[in-house]
């Protein structure tokens, strides 16, 4: 039996909250559908020791401010799950978790939403997926060979899990930094290797300060001013402490990348070998977006054209928070409640 809804959203994690909050403000007829059977999305995934780069106040969803965490200023992962499922209560808002989107097609005027617990009709569509799903994996000669442990940033939880193992750890930007000075400071011996040297920023810089530099370069483009390389400008890492720490330690020495996996380890251009046995690839995400392959909608590098929030080809569809392209800063807290607030009102015109 196919159910219906003026608007369906497909992911309940940050970004698909913040747009319930704003439908239902509009008094929008929706429901989310979430793949997770509890709430919190993503944030249900990371590992031990990870925290947010800003104090709670700077990080909260539209409406209602992320409560402090006591004796921390840079809240841990618990703490923001515990947050989204409280912000999810509060608001009511209709989240169906356990809900695999599968598909996504044109009926007509509606877009039909395939699902593994049923399909619904829309009149719009908000995908927020997100890109934890999708982790990204260089193609790297011998990575079928090597007898090691391989795995994603998205299967790291703690230093004790590699405890008398040599770890080697890919990716120059904040997750490579983080998981290698969370196992350099538990004492797991150590290799990192990034593309270029590590780019810290500034020890004062947070996540708020971060905002602030994506905010004013998208301002910047949308009004034909030059371009100031927003947050890329300022580097690639923010230097939490624990990064703080093990750089300052000089635990954090980064090695170039190497250029194959051996059946023991790896090896570098220069004929240099190294035992290993784990590799963990920090090397990003793409964007999740399988389920939107029916409408046709993807361009160049895997993104769907947007004006702002909306899918150029299909104005029936919404974008949320995959990063820059679908909004300045949306893939974090604080920064998705500003596009979802303009997609909802954009949504909310369509229907009328």
């Known amino acids: 039996m196919t159910q219906r809804a003026d608007v369906v959203v497909i992911g309940g994690g940050q970004s698909g909250l ?6 239902r403000r509009l008094g929008v007829d929706f429901v989310v559908l979430d793949a997770q059977s509890t709430p919190g999305g993503a944030w249900q995934h990371t590992w031990d020791s990870l925290r947010l780069f800003s104090p709670a106040a700077y990080s909260s969803l539209p409406g209602r401010l992320m409560p402090p965490q006591p004796q921390e200023t840079y809240p841990d992962a618990g703490h923001v799950l515990d947050y989204l499922a409280d912000y999810e209560k509060r608001y009511e808002l209709p989240v169906q978790h356990g809900a695999q989107v599968q598909a996504v097609r044109r009926e007509g005027t509606f877009l039909r939403v395939e699902t593994d617990a049923g399909d619904w009709r829309a009149r719009a569509v908000v995908s927020a997926t997100g890109t934890w799903s999708r982790p990204f994996l260089p193609a790297v000669p011998g990575r079928d060979v090597f007898a090691g442990r391989q ?3 998205t299967h790291y939880r703690r230093p004790a899990d590699f405890a008398g193992q040599h770890v080697i750890v890919v990716g120059g930007g904040n997750s490579g930094a983080q998981i290698a000075a969370d196992l350099a400071l538990d004492g797991v011996r150590l290799t990192w290797a990034t593309r270029r040297p590590p780019r810290y920023l500034a020890d004062d810089i947070d996540g708020r300060v971060l905002f602030d530099v994506a905010t004013a ?7 034909g001013r030059a371009d100031s390389g927003g947050v890329a400008s300022l580097g690639d890492i923010v230097a939490v402490p624990p990064v703080r720490a093990a ?12 250029t194959r996996l051996t059946p023991t380890g790896a ?11 784990t590799v963990i690839w920090c090397t990003g ?20 054209p947007t004006e702002g929030t909306r899918a150029v080809d299909e104005p029936r569809l919404h974008l949320l928070g995959y990063g820059d392209w679908t909004g300045p800063a949306s893939a974090t807290l604080i920064g998705v ?16």
Do not use: C, K, N
């Not at 913040?18 to 439908?23: E, F, K, P, V, W």
């Not at 750089?247 to 190497?258: K, N, S, W």
């Open 217 to 223: 370069r998208r301002r910047a483009l949308d009004e």
């Open 151 to 153: 795995l994603h940033t």
């Open 267 to 277: 090896e570098w251009a220069d004929g240099t070998r190294a035992e290993a046995d």
């Open 18 to 23: 913040a747009a319930g909050y704003h439908l």
């Open 285 to 304: 995400f793409r964007p999740a977006l399988s389920h939107l392959a029916p409408l046709g909608l993807r361009g160049p590098r895997g993104r769907v």
């Open 337 to 352: 409640g500003r596009p979802a607030r303009d997609a909802a009102r954009q949504i909310a015109q369509l229907l009328r």
């Open 247 to 258: 750089r300052d330690a000089g635990l954090l020495d980064a090695e170039p990348p190497f």
